[in-house]
C-alpha cells in the first residue's frame, strides 16, 4: 500500500507560560515558554483519518484560553469538511485534544480502554487529575460509544495499513501515540507522550503527569518507533512550524516530507 502524507494544523497558542510549567527540575524554570495547539491529518488519497479534535470557543471562554480558529474552520484549506471524517484517533481524553469531539459528529472514535476506564472512574475524584479533563466531553465520547461509534485498544493496535497506536501513558493513563508510514520513514505523532523536543530527547518529563516512570519508559519507546529521531513530532511545539515545509495555510505543516533543517536541541 502506498505510504500517508501527515500534517499538522495549528489552532491556537499560549505564550503566557514558563519553562516551570513544561519541565520537572529546571534550572531556568521562570524562563517564557510558550506553547501551541494542534490537531492532525492523515491523507492518503481520499482518505482522511483526524488525529485529535482540538477544543472550541465555549471550552477556550470557560478556560480562558483562547484559540485562534475554530478546528473545523482550521482545515479549510485541507478542502476537509467536518461532516465528512469518519475517523478520528484520539490520543487521549484532554481537553485540549478531545475538547471538539462534537464538531465532528460522524467520526468512529479510536481510544485506549485505559483511557476511558481513567476519564470516568475514582482517579477523577481528585481535582488535580481532573483539572485536563471536562465532563462534557467525556460525555460526547460515552454518547459516540452508545451509537456504536467507538473502537477500543489494549496497548498495540493497527488502525490502518501504515497506521498503527502504541498506549504509553503517563501523561494521563490511557494515552497513545500513532506511528505512520510516510515517505521519509515511519513517523510517530507523539502527542503528549513528549509536550516538546526536549522532553523526549532530554528526558525532561513534563509536570502533568500520572505516572512518572511510564513517561519516561515512553521517550524510549518515542525513539523505537520512529525511523529516525527527527520523525518524532512533539504534541505543542512551536518549533514544528520551523523545522517543516508549510502546507496550503501559513497554520498548517507538512510533516511526512521530514523537517527542512537539522533538530538540534
Known sequence: MSDWEVFSVKYADRNARTRADSFIFDDNHDAPHAMDYFIWVLRRGAEIILVDTGYDTAEATSRNRPIRMDPRDALIPMGIRAEDVTHVIVTHLHYDHAGGLHLFPNATLHLQTAE?????????????????????????????????????????????????????????RGLQCVRVRTKSGWLVLASDASHYYEN?????????????????????????????????????????????????????HRLHLGPVKEIEL
Do not use: W
Open 116 to 172: 476511558m476506564n481513567f476519564a470516568t472512574g475514582p482517579c477523577m475524584c481528585h481535582d488535580t487529575l481532573r483539572m485536563p479533563f471536562t465532563a462534557d466531553h467525556i460525555c460526547t465520547a460515552i454518547k459516540r460509544l452508545y451509537s456504536g461509534k467507538v473502537v477500543f485498544y489494549d496497548g498495540d493496535a493497527q488502525i490502518r495499513d501504515g497506521v498503527t497506536v502504541h498506549c504509553i501513558g503517563g501523561h494521563s
Open 200 to 252: 523526549v530527547f532530554a528526558r525532561k518529563p513534563f509536570p502533568i503527569v500520572v505516572d512518572l516512570q511510564n513517561m519516561l519508559d515512553g521517550f524510549d519507546m518515542l525513539e523505537r518507533l520512529a525511523s529516525k529521531r527527527e520523525l518524532i513530532i512533539p504534541g505543542h511545539d512551536p518549533l514544528v512550524r520551523d523545522y517543516f515545509e508549510t502546507g496550503p495555510a501559513d497554520h498548517i
